[in-house]
């Protein structure tokens, strides 16, 4: 065993998942070239992936990412969120209206 990779972490010895995907690069400056389609949400963005565009399934449907320079390294699943964060449960408006809000409405009162 290498001194170093006793250092590395597990996934980063194994090396990216690089997923062999149809990437077709435009032939002269202007030309529209079509979105990489792509369900591999593992496969790590590529220095050669600049500048594309890949539309990236979340489950339900493609959603469309330009890849820049900072996303180099990273999943293609990382910028297509697959789950919708709730913020609130759907209470009914009288148990978010009846729900004391200071410590004056705790206070019992004496007749």
């Given at each position: 065993?290498?001194?170093?990779r006793?250092?590395?972490?597990?996934?980063?010895?194994?090396?990216?998942?690089?997923?062999?995907?149809?990437?077709?690069?435009?032939?002269?400056?202007?030309?529209?070239?079509?979105?990489?389609?792509?369900?591999?949400?593992?496969?790590?963005?590529l220095?050669?992936?600049?500048?594309?565009?890949?539309?990236?399934?979340?489950?339900?449907?493609?959603?469309?990412?330009?890849?820049?320079?900072?996303?180099?390294?990273?999943?293609?699943?990382?910028?297509?969120?697959?789950?919708?964060?709730?913020?609130?449960?759907?209470?009914?408006?009288?148990?978010i209206?009846?729900?004391?809000?200071?410590?004056?409405?705790?206070?019992?009162?004496?007749?």
């Open positions: 065993m290498q001194p170093t006793m250092l590395l972490k597990r996934s980063v010895w194994k090396g990216p998942n690089i997923v062999p995907l149809p990437i077709v690069r435009p032939r002269y400056q202007g030309e529209k070239v079509p979105a990489v389609r792509t369900q591999a949400r593992s496969a790590t963005i220095p050669n992936f600049v500048g594309l565009r890949f539309e990236i399934h979340n489950g339900k449907d493609y959603e469309s990412v330009l890849i820049t320079e900072n996303m180099v390294g990273h999943k293609l699943g990382e910028f297509s969120p697959c789950v919708i964060p709730t913020l609130l449960p759907n209470y009914p408006s009288f148990y209206h009846a729900w004391p809000t200071s410590v004056s409405d705790f206070r019992v009162t004496e007749p």
